[in-house]
């Protein structure tokens, strides 16, 4: 058989029913507080659903309700009006559903389906998990709502258009898989930073795991945070802290190509000034390393490990690739054009599009192993298309049916692999967002001048 199916043919009877799985028996009380006997879109068929909709990439509230009664009836409870076949196809009733879902019950099943996928791949570093910090932001619908909520962004002739949201996620490194975001506004009054957001999250992160993250959150507070839940870090450093931090650390291993120094990390004035509740005695004991890079090029690192300068920049080189994640989550699926106008309808969808994302990244793990390749090596893309192809586009069918359609699914996903092409390198740039207005959309389909789209260096 080409992958390990751990469920029997009595626990798993459609490709929906895999989400069902990861949920431990014991927590489906806590989705399953109904209105009535009588409620079709129950607490647990809401979140399927939520999920296949971002699964589809942004599928409508019309789009969804129909693909479940056409091919996944058996998803919906039984219910007189579904087994007479009166249920009505249009979204209303599946739209109050998404509303009246409690976003706590959200984020409960989205950590849930996160971490049971985690947990299917050993740790790395003897046990120890890594995960990799960054963020991104996103444009939203301009609603009043979600203007109050993410105020846009202003220049010299006033207020902008599109709210700004600011978003902070961690992924596993071995598997992938993301744990459920920080969200916040980039400008108003309540405007949050990547270092608020990660202070925030460091309590979700399972502790003793090593976070990676780049230079942007390699600042006192960030690591006081992250050593403040029992994590290790590993920072990069730019290179003016790390000169200001290493006039008073002290050299323990020097080298050709990389120096070591010991530090008591103690706060400058202006990290005091931005984060008033550090203790007055807050002091932290790292490591400094400066390594310099093949191309000549100096990295500079803070980490909490005793490990040597070229182990540090090793497990670093591995921050690269959340920028492949976070691209995956965004754009590949489709979240930076989200439909929701209010602000608790953009985090549930963001929340469900977090469980889509693992799910195929689980699929893509499956196919890994039959490619005999690193999952990364495999296109996301390749693997979602495959997903939706083989798996969630089929009507129902006996548990033999449904593990051929997922051994077909996993050969086929195993066929998607990335080329391997070492040494090549391409700048990085900053290329214009799309507009979303509707005479745009309206002009998709005729040709792109690419003439007249400027580039500039990011």
Known sequence: MAAQMPWTEAELASAVELLRKLIPEDDFSAYSLELSPATVYTTLVTLWMLTLQRLGGGKSLEGIVNEVLTNNRSLLPDNKRV????????????????????????????????????????????????????????????????????????????????????????????????????????????????????????????????????????????????????????????????????????VIDEAAHHTQYRLRWTPSAKDRQTNPELPAQAC???????????????????????????????????????????????VSMGIENIRAKSDEMVQKELLSSVVAYNLVLQLRREAAKVAGVQPRRLSFTGVWTTMQTCLLRQPPCAWSEWQGRYETAVRIAATYKLPNRPGRTFPRRAHPRRPKSTKFMQQQTKPLDMHTVSEKPK
């Open 284 to 330: 932290l004991e790292v490591f400094l390393h400066k390594v310099e890079l093949a191309g000549g090029e100096d990295l500079y690192l803070v980490t909490t490990l005793p490990i040597p300068s070229e182990l540090a920049a090793e497990y670093y080189s591995h921050r690269y690739d959340v920028e492949h994640d976070i691209r995956d989550v965004k």
């Open 83 to 250: 087994r007479e076949g009166t249920l009505s196809f249009t979204s209303g009733a599946y739209s109050r559903a998404r509303k009246r879902l409690p976003l706590a019950t959200v984020q409960s099943f989205a950590q849930q389906v996160s971490q049971s996928l985690i947990d299917l791949s050993p740790g790395s570093l003897g046990g120890r998990r890594r995960y990799i910090l960054d963020g991104t932001t996103m444009t939203l619908a301009p609603t009043s709502n979600l203007i109050e909520a993410y105020p846009p962004a202003t220049n010299q002739h006033g207020e902008t258009v599109w709210p700004v949201l600011m978003l902070m996620v961690a992924h596993e490194l071995e598997s992938g898989c993301a744990l459920i975001p920080e969200f916040g506004p980039m400008y108003g009054p309540n405007r949050t930073s990547e270092a608020k957001q990660a202070a925030r999250i460091a309590s979700r992160i399972p502790s003793g795991s090593l976070v990676l993250a780049d230079a942007g959150f390699g600042i006192f507070s960030v690591a006081w945070a992250m050593i403040g839940a029992d994590q290790e870090v590993l920072f990069r450093l730019t290179k003016s802290r790390f000169k200001a931090l290493s006039r008073r650390a002290e």
